[in-house]
């Protein structure tokens, strides 16, 4: 029998052990069914003509799910919006995903002023509002329906992290995400005795397909959290005594932050599963923390699935799963041929990156990628010629192992020489005190680009840049062009609301910023700040060539 969220909601009707659990209150499973057949009656006593698609703006807190659970049960499409989009953009996201009703709080309510919502003007609710406090007393318990909606009926709509482009909205049915589910119980070994931790946003597919979907296909405990803090987490994984969390982007950096104690080791997780994190970092909270982490590539579309083994290379991201038949290769663009395997030094250093990296395609399809909602040519552009193009890059050695690369704008072109920024990333993220790096182009004055990086130090580090030309001078897989010109120092990098790093502000600025700017005016030279005046004869540089245009804003 086919699984759907519906179906593994039914099965815990009668359960009593504890579902979910939000600061001092507590539901069971049962009540966690009662709760959702309610919010089930109470969209269907809401609905219109046209989508049944439910905007909800609210942070992690359990009416959130609540809701994804009614709308399991009436046939009901949740379109998670990110909190952390403004004005116009905001106003698009609802516009294109056709929310007939917005479902926020007081918090969260005044983002929507003055904006067109389309269907959705004028069709508000309050969670926290005693209107909505009073339909809920009113609906009351009320029994399960006697059939649940079809297992292709879209449960969800899923941004994607939008760091490169507008957000697209990918299509997540309630039987793929239950299927998610129990195939991420089975791969990380959720039981009921697990005590999961949510603190990821709800909108991503992280939280639901890796944290929420499974808790609820083995019926574990679901801590949720509003949101996710640095400073907090190891106080509540004690607290509640999780077992289990997930993380996204730039989460275990911000972790490994905070202030050592001596109580680092003091709680009961076992398992962290996530994507980004560096191998350093995955080290580094494994001796600290005591707690080891799982690193899979994927994304919202699922139509690629990269996992790590005992026998991966600590910076490659593993082998593909390869599900139902799926054919996954690293792909030239241009000529559509496989990438010859990646050929390294002695000090596993790429040499053959231009030939070697290329785009990851499932050249099986799209699989179980049920398409972007609204959006027929973002769907078209994945499923060229048949093949499912994920917009990475990487490259694979010869034991099938494969490295991520960055994505497709992440390339670089320094004195004819193309490489891509991951690599540079991974190195300079060695560098003594740095909590996070990117790595991206910036124009020269004559062709071509230059390499500038972006560098998040700790609190309790400096830079100092004496240092950190040598030790760019002491990394042996180091390419000969890809030792930054540039090194902007920010207190805070600019991430996604799913803590993905976002290069897209950090290209358009380049040096043209009031951040700490170090640099050299030739390759070789010593580091020294960037000034007002350097800016001024670099632009002259850049007219003199005619490459006014590349300039930062």
Known sequence: MTSTVASLLRARADDDHAGYHFEESVWSWRDVVRESATRAELLRRTRQPGPFHIGVLLENIPEYLFLAG??????????????????????????????????????????????DLGPANGRI???????????????????LPAEDPAPDTTLFLLFTSGSTSAPKAVICSTERMA?????????????????????????????LMACWAPSLAVGATIVVRRKFSASGFLDDVRDFGCTYFTYVGRTIAYLLAQPRTDHDRHHRLRLGFGTEASAQDRQRFLERF????????????SVVVIMRTPDTPPNALGRPRLDGGADI??????????????????????????????????????????????????????????????????????????YFAGRSSDWLRVDSENFAAAP?????????????????????????????????????????PVAFAEFLGEQRDLGTKWAPRFVRLLRDMPLTANNKLNKQPLRTRGWATRDPVWWQPERGDAYRLFTRDDAVELAASFAEHGRSEFLPR
Not at 125 to 143: C, E, M, P
Not at 290 to 301: A, F, I, K, Q, R
Not at 450 to 459: D, K, L, R, T, W
């Open 70 to 115: 009614g709308a399991a049960f009436a046939g009901a499409t949740i379109v998670g919006i990110n909190p952390t989009r403004r004005g116009d953009e905001l106003g698009r996201d609802i516009r294109h995903t056709d929310c007939q009703l917005i479902i926020t709080d007081a918090q969260h309510e005044p983002l929507l002023a003055g904006l």
């Open 125 to 143: 609710l309050r969670t926290d509002s005693s209107d909505y406090l009073q339909r809920i007393k009113d609906i009351g318990a009320v029994a």
């Open 179 to 207: 299927s998610a589910g129990e195939r991420a119980a089975a791969g990380y070994g959720v039981t009921r005795d697990d005590v999961s931790y949510c603190a990821m946003p709800l909108f991503h597919g992280n939280a």
């Open 424 to 464: 540079v990333e991974n190195i300079l993220h060695r560098f003594p005190g740095v909590v996070m790096v990117a790595v991206y182009a910036v124009a020269d004055p004559r062709t071509g680009d230059q390499v500038m990086a972006a560098i998040e130090m700790a609190p309790d580090a400096s830079f100092d």
């Open 290 to 301: 005591g707690c080891p982490l799982v690193e899979g590539y994927g994304s919202s579309e």
């Open 329 to 402: 290769a690293v792909v030239n663009p241009q000529t559509q041929q496989p990438c010859p395997f990646a050929v390294f030094d002695e000090h596993a250093a790429i040499l053959n990156a231009e030939q070697a990296i290329g785009e990851i395609v499932n050249r099986s399809g799209g699989g179980i990628f049920e398409g972007y909602y609204n959006n027929n040519e973002a769907t078209s552009d994945r499923l060229r010629n048949g093949w499912y193009w994920t917009g990475d890059l990487a490259y694979v050695d010869a034991e099938g192992f494969y």
